[in-house]
């Protein structure tokens, strides 16, 4: 298993051991401190956690190598786990609209002023959780362990937010008393931001839409210093999990022999992979200069 894998699991394994005591902590706390907004932070805690799972099965799925079934391996794995992940911060997002707006209609006790507490060590530790794995993923490029990240920063506003309304709650009394149920209602459409972005581009991974990264013009300009290589008339990037795949057409001088040509493929091919260790592959066109008149790009 890969580096850059064995980060993405550990983060993702620290993320569900958090988010299962946060789960036990916030519950209790809220059920306890009569505050809709706490119990909807342990609601989110505990999709928090699923997903995290979800990442961590996708994650270990996507690494294992190629076979008869998937010669190209199973990468589409991970932005797949992604994807579900995606899915279920909507349904966080909607459990806590439900909640909250039953809780709106049914009268209750006000919250405890100690629940202030718990919601402060809570954005304390999910942003704190945030910035650790939000670090992995971009450091490893992974688009699941980045929407896990995000899993994170969202529980964070949402307690912030759950903050300022039970806040409200107990300083403007019983006429404020809805303020705990309506901060809860306000992180839903930003949870619903963030889900739709990260849904967009798992989507995009899985249909193989070109990386976002500038990891072409870095195999372009490999591929153009590599001896013998004219120029290039087509690159491709699309990217397979944590790797990416190249598809490279390559212009040399039409007199050579095919041996000299596949010579110089491999030569590309070596350079590419050697400078950029998570391109998996690449795979490389010969064809002959002189049938593309403005040669080099």
Known sequence: MSASAQQGLRATLIGVG???LLVLVKGVAGIAGNSSALIADAIESLCDSMTSIVVYA?????????????PYGHGKAEPLAA???????????LAIAVTSIGQLVTPHAPPEPYTLVVLGLVILAKETLFRHVNKVAAEIESTAVESDAWHHRSDAITSAVAFIGISMALIGGPSWRIADEIAALVTVPVIFHNAFGFLRKALAELTDAAPASDIDVQVRKIALATPDVAGLHLCRVRKMGLEYFVDLHVLVDGDLSVRDGHKIAHAVKDAIRDRIPKIHDVLVHIEPSELMPFGRE
């Open 58 to 70: 996708g994650l270990r799925y996507a690494m294992r190598p190629p076979d008869e079934n998937h």
């Open 83 to 93: 994807t579900i992940v995606s899915l279920g911060l909507m349904g966080a997002a």
């Open 18 to 20: 958090v988010n299962l």
